[in-house]
Structures are given as C-alpha cells and as structure tokens.
C-alpha cells in the first residue's frame, strides 16, 4: 500500500498546487474489497500530518435508509431495497455535506452502519473549511452506459429478476442525472483497478469476514453478515457498472492503479 499512497499522494499535491478552490476533491474509485477505504486512511493521516484539514467521504455513508430503499422497492422496483447501485444514494445529502465542508465550522458527516442496513444514528463532527476531500466509492466518479448495453443481462440476477431491463435502466438514468453533478465536484480521480471481475467476490468475502470478526470484538451479534454463497449473489447487483468501470475508468482517470490478487500495485 506504500507505493501506491506515494502515487496518489503525489498526484494530489501536483494538482492542488495548481487548483483554484478549496477544498480540493480527490475521488477514489475501486471495486468493492480493492483497499479504497485502507488508501483513503492512509492518506487522510500523512495529510493531517502535514498540517492539512482533512475530511475523508465514503459514498457507502450515503445510502439510503432502509425504509427509503423499501419505498423504492415497492414503487420503482423490487431489487432497489438492495443497497448498492445508482439510485440507492442520498445524493443530495451527499452535495449538502460537500459544501458544508467549504465553511467555517462543523460539518457533521453521515455513517452508515452495514451490520444493520441502514445509516447510523451517531455522525463525524468535521471542523470546516478543510484543505482536501478524500471522497471514496466504489462507483465514484462512473459515468452511464450506452442505452444499448443495457439490453442483454450480465448474469443470473439480471436475466432472472430484471428480465425487461426496468431495474438496470432506472439505475443507467440515475447515474446519468443527479450522480454526474455530485461526481462533478471531483477534481481529480484515481481508480483502483482489479484484474477482474472475478476476484471481487474473494475481495467481498474477505469484507465480510472482517466484519465478523469486528462484531465479535464488540460483543455484537453477527447474524446479520452473510455467508459466502450470500455475497456471491450480492456483488451481481454491482457487476455491470463494476465491468463498465474497469472497460471505460482507464482512459479518462488521473491516475489508475492497476492491482493484482493480493491487492499489491501491479502497475501504473
């Protein structure tokens, strides 16, 4: 993770040095399990260390409560109670919390608490303005899909459950809308890329399993995580978008991290 905190940490002082605004909006784009939050920590430390006002946003924070996400689900479509893509975001929280971050004084920064599926009630007091944005997700900074590439299902849940396509293009369209004006507050972007879609589900498990042992530690139940067969059938709801990303990301972000299996920088 060495190397790959002295590239980006690099490339954002390069770019700040030049940019006209405060504060500037580093977005960290990775599949889920590829090391965005680990980077994001990292990098908010060697920064505070140096003086700077930090804040680091992840876009899981901004889900959807649950009972919004079930509103979606009985109104625009049943696998929108499912947390994950475009459209399951509070986006206009989202923005709020950007520009709070501008100002003099607290900006509180929303969590959301995965062990239960919806936002936590206890928030992150930030003291604005802050120097830099660490804004962190595993679609940050994606841009929609041809209409086109929406009409043949990628797997099983897609062929299955959104057989008309309804779900996929409900998401297409909000990542399309409101998504493009929260990702346009980002100055620079940084993909980490996977070698695949396939190692994501390995990556996901190894999520999972850090949770549990997390809960253990707090005394907490652990019911609510979920096995391997569960998550092999979760990350099909980010598949599309995550294979876009890693089709499209490359040729237009500031910097790409290309990773191996074991998360270690296979190139730049």
Request: with cysteine; hydrophobic share 45%; proline share 4%.
């Amino acid at each position: 993770m060495g190397s790959s905190l002295d590239r980006v940490e690099a490339l954002l002082r390069q770019r700040m040095a030049v940019a006209g605004r405060r504060p500037f909006v580093l977005g960290i784009c990775g599949a889920q399990g590829s090391g965005k939050s680990t980077l994001a920590d990292g990098l908010a430390q060697r920064l505070a260390a140096t003086g700077l006002r930090v804040a680091v946003l992840s876009l899981d924070d901004l889900y959807l409560t649950r009972p919004e996400r079930d509103a979606l689900a009985r109104d625009v479509h049943p696998m929108l109670a499912t947390r994950g893509v475009p459209g399951t975001h509070d986006v206009a929280l989202g923005l709020s919390v950007l520009d709070g971050l501008t100002q003099a004084g607290p900006t509180l920064l929303p969590r959301f608490d995965k062990a239960v599926d919806t936002r936590a009630a206890t928030r992150v007091r930030v003291e604005g303005p802050v120097d830099v944005v660490l804004f962190e997700g595993w679609c940050v900074g994606a841009v929609p899909q041809d209409a086109a590439a929406l009409s043949v299902p990628v797997n099983a849940l897609e062929r299955d459950r959104d057989a008309d396509g309804r779900w996929r293009r409900h998401v297409n369209q909000c990542l399309a809308a409101e998504y493009q004006r929260l990702f346009g507050r980002i100055d620079a972007l940084v993909l980490l890329a996977a070698p695949d879609f396939a190692i994501v589900r390995d990556w996901r498990i190894q999520q999972e399993e850090g949770l549990r042992a997390r809960l253990r530690r707090e005394g907490k139940p652990v019911d609510a995580t979920m096995s391997d067969a569960q998550v092999a059938a979760f990350i099909q709801y980010y598949e599309r978008l995550t294979r876009h990303i890693l089709d499209e990301m490359p040729g237009r972000a500031d910097l790409v991290l290309r990773l191996d299996a074991g998360r270690g920088l296979a190139g730049i």
